[in-house]
């Protein structure tokens, strides 16, 4: 596992390489696509390593940016290519691919393994409030716009997006004060010390070596959708909700289906639901003020299709929540609502 | 009791001999209907004694395909005549009326004899996420036809519906395959054995019998529909969701009201919840499938306001379950909620 | 706070004697709105003095009739304006202020000084149960017009919400009866009898004076509506959920506060939901009668922001509730919530 792992890491400098060397465009964008999975692990565990020596409430903040450090710098690189449809939709996809992909490849996987797996319904139920509260904030625009006429005064979608982004990133900040001094002892770590082993150093250069990576990565990999979509038929809508969110997310998903197999279901609910609401209340929002200088800002607009999907997914996953179990059973109908879903989004002109 | 059931059978020759004197449309339209009630209890009581005699697998496959003979078959002749809508209207009206109709009437009629009703919440929850998921996947088509754009490439919505009815079937199997084998613990019947006292050639005859009536009497009624609507100035979407939903799920409503005023609401709640997701996720993808080759086939593309009555349907009933009580109250507010509901299909041109 | 109180209701006369003088329209605007504060309060002592001496049944009446009073009285004004909108609009933004705004500024101030605040889900639960039935109810007419082609039959909008109203009475009704003569043992009082310290003639007196005041205070408001939205460049909407709503439920908005900063969270919540469910079951059908022989009569079609506004404040409700505890990190959530959907109701045409 280990081993494959940074053999895996080779992909960067064969992508970047084949970049220069002008490779067909499907090959590169897969390539470059695959080498930022590995890329978001070692991300993922020099930010661990990092955070276990800096107090908590840079932690929270170290871990929500470098954490999303592969969604972010995708959407940053779409937005800049004036690909505003692709981030809503690789958002979109995050969200729904974290609520029924990953949640229910786990619930299965998992559930293969152990009749019946439980876990503590007051902290999932807990996870699931503050994500349906972030989903309904990060949709309001939307609601907004599509059941209203024309909007009064000379607003932009724009800077209605802005306004909400603002309120959200006060209250993701109220959260982490909230997780870190208020209530911490609601948070305290589950002992399983994840002991680091290498050097802070290590740690900050192997953090900032990998992000610049996976910048370079997204950079290519945007670059490359809209002849890859022409090639393969797909819509730009298609390529964000199904291909760039599943490459965003591919390191959670991994952890949380590990986890589900060791039955460590609170684990998997809590990288699952925690991620899909880090979308809503975080990237999303930072993606807003990130382009707010660009020719083609960012918004909040999000079509029907994608709403209905989103709120969905979290209705639900707050069912399955509730009672505190899941099986394999719930695994795959989660896993049907996402080819549903999918096959949706791959009609959706 | 006994007595008046075996004399209201005598309504299906009746019904027989007046479609062949050709009695006035109206009369002959509510005589057919009637004729179909105990038509469908019988079935019933016959296909619970042929599945005592067979293995879990088969006897689950019986109960879901004879349990619903009158839907699909009501269903099937009102397709090969061209009333999709009609059936679309049906499935709408089976699905608020079991969750509305049948479990108000149960939770009333309870609620006057015993004060409060209790109820496994655990079970009825489970119940409950099925149906949930059973009619999301239901509604994804029409969710996805009203919020977007016309579809990408050149699929219908027979084509897009047929994708979803396969995945909802293969979810459904799944299902049966939970039930009777990874997790039949949790299925053992609650002792009180129906004891089969015919012998299981009479009760496959008289399951064969019942079956051809309720189609006979099926192909009348839907003969009769266009006549009726015309006559009484009801539209199409009335009569599908409110005179045929009643019909077709009258057995039900029976057992669910009978089983409510002797203090058993937890079958109740598992009859009117069960019917509403095998209508949901068996009966819509069978008429998908057996209308495949008609030259107007079904498709699962439910109009706006039966999609908010389904949904709002279901998060009322989540939330009346929620608590694992029932009283008369409770049931006098679904059936308002019914009561409006009707009323506004009533309206609905 | 008695004294503050007492000279409060100096408002009254001076608003009055600054209507009669002509003061600026957007001055005597404020005054009338806080002059109708305090008597709000006023009217809620009286009758609950005067509902401690009729029996059960006249008491439910009497709460529910001048507890609504000033909503009443600025809706009846209102809509003989033909301000129709205006009061939709205020009705919707009660809702919502109840369950966002009075909500979440109780657990905010309550969570600043307990760490966690707990209640009785099960009381909770309920009275969430009934006002998901009794907004699903009110917005009925509402999502048949929005997803209906033109209704069927020469029906208008007026005659299908008084069908609704009806309905909706009728169903009030029931919960009176059941509050009071089937399940009375409930809803017990919890002690701390407010002793009635006063005759009930003065009671009766003060309640009547008060209610007269509120009219007149109501009417000049409602007279200035127009003026005011002119001079600030606000819609009629946006002073409707957000102005008149804040003022119409501005005593319920203080009791629920006290009571949560005295860590009385059950009471906050009693008051915040049972508040919205009321507007919704109570208040909204009473306004369609009593303009029902107006020549712009009250309907219940609301449009389609309110009714997202609505559903979502109560699905965030339903959550927020689900677990028996508050925090401040929870308020903070509703009010951001509300703080978003007011700057859309602010931009909203």
């Not at 680091?196 to 740690?203: L, N």
């Not at 797909?234 to 760039?244: K, N």
């Amino acid at each position: 596992m280990q081993r494959f792992f940074i053999a895996s890491l080779a992909l960067t400098p064969i992508a970047a390489v084949a970049a220069v060397f002008g490779v067909a465009p499907t090959a590169l964008f897969f390539l470059s696509a695959l080498a930022i999975v590995p890329l978001a692990k070692l991300i993922g565990d020099a930010t661990a390593e990092v955070a276990a020596r800096s107090g908590p409430a840079l932690s929270g903040v170290l871990n929500a940016t470098f954490g999303n450090a592969a969604e972010l710098l995708i959407g940053f690189f779409a937005i800049r290519a004036g690909l505003i449809e692709v981030v809503k939709a690789s958002l979109t996809g995050s969200i729904i691919g974290n609520l029924l992909l990953v949640l229910g490849t786990a619930a299965f996987a998992g559930g293969l393994r152990y009749k019946t797996q439980t876990f503590n319904r007051t902290a999932a139920h807990a996870n699931a409030s503050t994500l349906l509260l972030a989903v309904i904030a990060m949709a309001l625009p939307a609601i907004l716009v599509h059941t209203s006429p024309p909007l009064h005064r000379d607003i932009t979608h724009e800077e209605l997006s802005l306004a909400v982004a603002a309120l959200m990133i006060l209250t993701y900040l109220a959260g982490l004060w909230f997780a870190l001094r208020t209530h911490a002892h609601f948070f305290a770590s589950d002992g399983e010390s994840k002991a680091p082993q290498r050097g802070i150093t290590r740690s900050v250069v192997i953090l900032l070596g990998a992000t610049g990576a996976v910048a370079a990565m997204s950079e290519i990999l945007v670059r490359l959708i809209e002849p890859v979509a022409l090639a393969f038929g797909w819509t730009q809508l298609f390529i964000g909700v199904v291909v760039v969110a599943v490459i965003g997310n591919a390191a959670e998903h991994t952890s949380a289906i590990v986890m589900a197999t060791r039955d460590k279901m609170d684990v998997s609910l809590q990288i699952a639901i925690g991620s899909a609401t880090q979308i809503a209340i975080f990237v999303a929002p930072v993606l807003v003020f990130a382009s707010a200088g660009f020719p083609a800002p960012m918004n909040l607009v999000f079509n029907p299709f994608e709403l209905a999907a989103i709120i969905l997914s979290v209705l639900i996953v707050n069912q399955i929540v509730a009672d505190g179990e899941t099986n394999w059973l719930e695994g795959l109908q989660l896993l049907v609502a996402y080819g549903i879903v999918a096959t949706a989004f791959f009609l959706h002109e």
